[in-house]
C-alpha cells in the first residue's frame, strides 16, 4: 500500500505531507523511499506536514529517524503542524529534542529557506 | 455480527469495571484476538477514567454513557459526557520543559495507548455533550 | 518555532544511526538483547503491561536520547514485547518503561512510566565503579577465547569446596595481588588455591547488586554500612561491575571468563551461589529497577487477596520461582552460566523457596527443582541446596531431588559442633554425620555425597571465632546485637575473645584442628569457609553481611602468622584425596557382602560407648575400600584416655598421620610419610583431640 503524500516545492525547501492518518509499519517504507529519493536529486531542506497525521508508531518514527540521516549535515527535515497526539507522542519519544517543530508549514518553510 | 448496546454509568471510578466486562465479553465474539480484546478492553476503560476524572472531575452523580456499535468489519465505541470538554486543537506556543513529563495533553498514556490499539480516535464536542469514538477496524 | 533546544539530541542520535536505520518486528525468542544480522532484537516479558517502551542511551550516558514506545499489535507476541532494531551502533544501552493500565488494581501491578527499567535478561550492568547506580546495559554479543577449556567433571564425591567472598578475598593490600577485590584477584590466588588443595571454589554472589543498600550506620565510625555480601541481587545474568577492574561495559564479563579458566586451568572448578528467592528490589515502597516495573503479579509471590508481598526469604519479597515464566528466566539463567561462562555448579540459596508456589505453598514436586534437576545441558552440573527458608521451613533430608540435589547439611555443622565442645548425647550423632548422614540421604534415596558437610559458612562464626566466643558480638551492624544467629554452638575455651592464656589458645588450636580433621575424614562433601585454613576472624561478629573493612576481608598476613594451620588443612585434604575410603560413592547396603568394615570403638576395641555421658567414638575403616587401615579417634572428653587399638592386620604396622594435641610440626605428617607407632596396642590420647592412624604393610613408606 502506497503512503499517500503531497509533495510540492517552494524555493529550496520541499514540503512533504502526509494525507495518511497514521503513519506505521505499513507506510514506513514508503516514506523512507520517498525521502530517498528527494535527497537523491539534491533536495536537503525538508518540511515535513504531518498535519493530518493522528498517530505515529515506532516504525514511524524509525522512518523519521532514518530520513533525518539521509538528508545529512547539509540539510535539514523539520516537522510541520504537529497535532495534540503527534505533538505528545513527540515529547514522550524525546524526538522533540532531535527535530526543529513549527506550528505551521509557512513557518517552517520560511524558518529553511532563508537559513 | 451486527449490532448496537449502550451502556450508562455514574460517573463513579468503582463501577467502570463493569463496562470492562462488558467490553471484553463482546471483543471475544468479534474475530480479533484475544490480546487485541484486552487492549480494547484497556482502551475503553482508560477513556472511560478519563472521562470521570476530567470531564466530571471525580465528582459522582453524572452519567457516563458508552454506546457500542458493531458491524461486519468494525466496532466503535463513543464514550459521551455532558462535563468538561477536552483540550484540543494545537498549541501554537509551546514553552515546555522536555523534562516534565506531567506536560502531556489530557488523559497522558491512555489517549496514548488509544492512539496505539485503535484505528482511529475522534473527539467532537456540541451543545454541551462531548463524545470520544474509538474505532477498530478487523 | 515550537519546540526547544532540538539541537541537544541530534548530534547525539546522529552518531549512533545509519542510513538503513529501521525499526521492525522482530522476534519474541530469545530474550534479552541479541545482537545478529546487522542489528539489534529486543525482547522483554511483560504480561500485563499496556505500553512497553524501548528506551535507547548512547554510550555512557545518563539521559536517554530515543524512546520507542513498543505496537502491541505488531511488536508482541503473546506476553512478549519484542523490536529488532537496524543500523544502530551495538554500544548502545537500553532500558524499557512500562505503562499498566490506569486504574489497575494497584495492589497487584505497580506500573511507573517515570522509571526506566533493567531487562532481566541484561548481560552486563554498566555501574562503571562502586556507587551502585546503574545506567542500562548494551546488548552483548562477546567473544572470548576460551582456547581448550573444558568441563573439568570432578565427581561431586571428590569435591572439596572453598567458599569464598570475591571482594574479601583479594581486597585487603596484604593479599599482593595486581587488583585487589576482583574476579582477576582470584585467579591471581589460583597457585594458592592449587596449593592448598582444593578442587572447587564456591563464590558468593557474583551477579549485580546494590552494595550502597543499607541505611544503616556503622555506630563507631559513623559511616554508612554496606551490603557486602550481595544477597540481593538487581539481575541475574551480568557479573557484578564493582568486582572487575575494567572500565569497558564488558569488561567485568571478560575478566569473569578469564577467571574461570585460570581456576579450571589449576584443577578448580566454580560454583555459584545463586539468589533466587527474592530480589534486591525490596517491598513495594522501594522503587522499582527491574521485575516489579514490567511485571510485579508474574514475578513475585504474593496474597490473591490482598495483593501483599509473601515474605519467605526475610527481604522484602519472595520471588514466584514456580511461575512458568519466572521458570523459564531461572533455567535460561543457569544454563547461560554453565554454556556460556564455563561454570561448573550451583549453590541455591534459601532453595526451599524454590520449592513453593504461587500462594507460598509448599508443593510436593515443585516443577522449577524438577527441571532444573532434568535439564540435560545443567546434567553434569554440581547442584547444591541450602534446604531451608526463612519462614522455618526446614527439608535438610528431605529436599525434592530426583537423585541429583546435594544440600547443605545443616545437621553435621550443628552435631559437630556440639561433640566437640564437649555436649553430652552427641556420639551416636557424630557416628551418623562420620558416615554421610544416612539417615538423611539414604534414607531419601540419595547418596554419601549428597550431604555438603560444613562446620562454617559464611553464615555465623569463622572457626576460629567459633573457639573463641560463646557469643555473638554484632553491635557493629548496627541493629544493637539483635542480628545474627544466638544458637551458635560454640565455646570460648575459658575467656571471651583473645585471650593471653597460653593454655586457652592451645586448646583453641586444637579445638580448630578436631573440627577441621572431623569435616575432612567424613563421607559427603567438605565445604571449608575461605580463610580459615589462617585462621581468619571477624572478631565474633557472626553476621558480617554489612562489614566491608577488616572484619570480613580476608587478612593475608594470617597466612604467616598460622602457617602450621594451613599445612594442617592442606595434608587433611592430601589425606583425603589419597584414600577413596573417605570419598565413598554410595552408602552401604544392608546384609550384603561389602567392600569396606567399619568397626566402632569404645576405649576398649569393639566397646563403643554410646551412652549418653560418653564423649568418644572410634572407628576403624578396613576392607578392599580401605587397602590402608585407617583408625579415628574421636576423644571429645576434658580428660586424656589412653585408648585400645585394633589389631593393624597381617604385616601392617599402624602409623601416625595426626594427633591434634601434639604441637605442630608434630599435630599432622605429611601423607604418605606417616611416622610408624613403637606401640601397636594402646595410644594415649589427650584430653579433647582427634587421633588418626593409617596401617601400612610394614616396610612400605
Known amino acids: ?115 | 455480527m451486527n449490532g448496537k448496546i449502550k451502556l450508562i454509568i455514574d460517573s463513579d471510578l468503582s463501577d467502570v469495571f463493569l463496562i470492562g466486562l462488558s467490553v471484553n465479553r463482546i471483543c471475544l465474539e468479534i474475530p480479533v484476538s484475544e490480546i487485541d480484546a484486552y487492549q480494547i478492553e484497556v482502551c475503553v476503560v482508560e477513556a472511560v477514567n478519563n472521562t470521570i476524572k476530567h470531564a466530571y472531575g471525580s465528582e459522582k452523580g453524572h452519567e457516563v454513557e458508552v454506546l457500542i456499535d458493531m458491524d461486519v468489519e468494525s466496532i466503535t465505541f463513543h464514550i459521551c459526557d455532558t462535563g468538561k470538554k477536552m483540550e484540543t486543537g494545537k498549541k501554537p506556543t509551546l514553552e515546555f520543559d522536555p523534562e516534565d513529563r506531567e506536560n502531556c495533553p489530557e488523559g497522558g498514556m491512555g489517549l496514548f495507548i488509544m492512539h496505539q490499539v485503535m484505528d482511529e480516535v475522534k473527539y467532537s464536542s456540541s451543545q454541551g455533550r462531548n463524545v470520544l469514538a474509538l474505532t477498530k477496524h478487523f | 518555532m515550537i519546540s526547544g533546544h532540538p539541537e541537544n539530541n541530534r548530534e547525539r542520535l546522529l552518531k549512533i544511526v545509519e542510513k538503513g536505520f529501521e525499526i521492525t518486528r522482530g522476534r519474541p525468542l530469545p530474550l534479552g538483547a541479541t545482537v545478529k544480522r546487522g542489528g539489534i532484537n529486543f525482547a522483554v516479558f511483560s504480561k500485563h503491561a499496556t505500553l512497553l517502551t524501548l528506551v535507547i542511551f548512547s554510550p555512557d550516558e545518563i539521559e536517554p536520547i530515543i524512546e520507542f514506545p513498543l505496537d502491541p499489535r505488531c511488536n508482541r507476541t503473546g506476553n512478549i514485547w519484542h523490536a529488532f532494531v537496524k543500523g544502530i551502533d551495538p554500544r548502545i544501552q537500553y532500558g524499557y518503561r512500562a505503562a499498566g493500565p490506569s486504574g489497575c488494581d494497584e495492589k497487584f501491578l505497580l506500573f511507573n512510566y517515570d522509571d526506566v527499567l533493567i531487562d532481566p535478561y541484561a548481560r552486563a550492568l554498566s555501574d562503571g565503579g562502586r556507587c551502585g547506580k546503574y545506567t542500562p546495559p548494551p546488548p552483548v554479543d562477546h567473544e572470548f577465547n576460551w582456547e581448550f577449556d573444558q568441563p573439568l567433571d570432578i565427581h561431586l564425591a571428590d569435591s572439596i569446596i572453598y567458599e569464598m567472598h570475591v571482594r574479601g578475598f583479594t581486597i585487603h593490600p596484604s593479599s599482593g595481588v595486581a587488583h585487589p577485590g576482583t574476579f582477576s584477584g582470584i585467579a591471581e590466588k589460583a597457585p594458592y588455591l592449587k596449593d592448598l588443595g582444593v578442587t572447587a571454589v564456591e563464590l558468593m554472589p557474583v551477579t549485580e547488586f546494590d552494595e550502597t543498600d543499607n541505611l544503616r550506620v556503622h555506630p563507631v565510625t559513623k559511616r554508612p554500612l554496606r551490603n557486602f555480601w550481595g544477597y540481593h541481587p538487581l539481575n541475574f545474568f551480568s557479573p557484578k561491575a564493582g568486582y572487575s577492574c575494567s572500565e569497558e561495559l564488558e569488561g567485568p564479563i571478560t575478566e569473569f571468563k578469564s577467571m574461570v579458566k585460570t581456576l579450571h586451568e589449576a584443577g578448580i572448578e566454580v560454583i555459584l551461589d545463586m539468589v533466587f528467592n527474592h530480589t534486591g528490589e525490596g517491598d513495594k515502597t522501594r522503587q522499582s529497577t527491574s521485575f516489579r516495573g514490567l511485571d510485579n503479579k508474574v514475578y513475585y509471590m504474593m496474597d490473591p487477596d490482598t495483593g501483599e508481598y509473601l515474605n519467605f526469604s526475610g527481604c522484602g519479597n519472595t520471588i514466584n520461582c514456580n511461575h512458568p515464566v519466572v521458570r523459564d528466566m531461572i533455567l535460561d539463567c543457569l544454563c547461560y552460566w554453565v554454556t556460556e561462562m564455563h561454570v561448573d555448579g550451583f549453590r541455591f540459596d534459601l532453595a526451599s523457596i524454590m520449592g513453593r508456589g504461587r500462594e507460598g505453598q509448599v508443593l510436593r514436586n515443585p516443577p522449577l527443582l524438577e527441571r532444573i534437576a532434568a535439564n540435560p545441558v545443567l546434567a553434569n552440573t554440581k547442584l547444591i541446596a541450602e534446604a531451608w527458608d526463612a519462614a522455618g521451613l526446614y527439608q535438610v533430608g528431605t529436599f525434592p531431588n530426583w537423585g541429583r540435589w546435594a544440600e547443605w547439611n545443616g545437621k553435621f555443622r550443628d552435631d559437630v559442633r556440639r561433640f566437640v565442645k564437649g555436649d553430652a548425647g552427641m556420639v551416636s550423632a557424630l557416628a551418623t554425620r562420620l558416615t554421610g548422614s544416612a539417615d538423611l540421604y539414604k534414607k531419601s534415596r540419595r547418596e554419601p555425597f549428597h550431604s555438603i558437610n560444613f562446620v562454617t559458612s559464611h553464615d555465623g562464626f569463622t572457626l576460629k571465632d567459633l573457639v573463641s566466643y560463646d557469643r555473638k558480638h554484632n553491635e557493629i551492624n548496627g541493629e544493637n546485637c539483635r542480628d545474627g544467629e544466638n544458637e551458635n554452638l560454640s565455646w570460648n575455651g575459658g575467656e571471651e575473645g583473645p585471650s593471653d592464656s597460653e593454655e586457652i589458645q592451645a586448646l583453641r588450636n586444637r579445638q580448630v584442628r578436631n573440627m577441621a580433621s572431623i569435616l575432612m575424614l567424613s563421607w559427603g562433601v567438605p565445604m571449608i569457609l575461605g580463610g580459615d585454613e589462617m585462621g581468619r576472624t571477624q572478631k565474633g561478629n557472626n553476621n558480617a553481611y554489612c562489614q566491608d573493612n577488616e572484619i570480613t576481608w580476608v587478612d593475608w598476613d594470617l597466612l604467616e602468622k598460622n602457617r602450621d594451620l594451613f599445612r594442617f588443612f592442606q595434608r587433611l585434604i592430601k589425606f583425603r584425596k589419597m584414600h577413596p575410603v573417605f570419598r565413598r560413592r554410595a552408602f552401604l547396603k544392608d546384609g550384603s557382602e561389602e567392600d569396606l568394615t567399619i568397626a566402632w570403638h569404645g576405649f576398649e576395641n569393639d566397646r563403643p560407648d554410646w551412652s549418653e555421658n560418653s564423649r568418644s567414638v572410634a572407628l576403624c575403616l578396613s576392607g578392599r575400600a580401605c587397602p590402608d587401615e585407617i583408625f579415628i579417634i574421636n576423644h571429645a572428653h576434658w580428660e586424656s584416655q589412653v585408648f585400645e587399638i585394633p589389631s593393624a592386620g597381617e604385616e601392617k604396622r599402624w602409623r601416625r598421620f595426626l594427633d591434634t594435641s601434639l604441637v605442630p610440626p608434630f599435630d599432622i605428617s605429611e601423607p604418605g610419610q606417616e611416622p610408624g607407632l613403637e606401640n601397636q596396642i594402646t595410644y594415649p590420647v589427650g584430653p579433647r583431640s582427634v587421633v588418626v592412624l593409617v596401617a601400612k604393610t610394614a616396610g612400605v613408606l
Open chain 1, 1 to 115: 500500500m502506497l503512503m499517500r503524500l503531497e509533495i510540492k516545492k517552494s524555493g529550496r525547501v520541499t514540503v512533504v505531507k502526509s494525507l495518511e492518518n497514521r503513519m506505521d509499519a505499513k507506510v514506513a517504507v514508503d516514506f523512507k523511499t520517498e525521502i530517498g529519493r528527494i535527497v537523491g536529486k539534491g533536495d536537503r531542506w525538508i518540511v515535513f506536514d504531518v498535519s493530518e497525521i493522528t498517530f505515529v508508531d515506532s516504525s514511524g518514527l524509525g522512518a523519521i529517524v532514518s530520513s533525518l540521516k539521509m538528508v545529512g549535515k547539509e540539510g535539514d527535515l523539520v516537522i510541520a503542524g504537529a497535532g495534540e497526539t503527534v505533538l505528545s507522542l513527540f515529547k514522550l519519544t524525546r524526538m522533540d529534542r532531535v527535530f526543529q517543530m513549527f506550528a505551521t508549514e509557512k513557518e517552517a518553510v520560511d524558518a529553511l529557506a532563508g537559513s
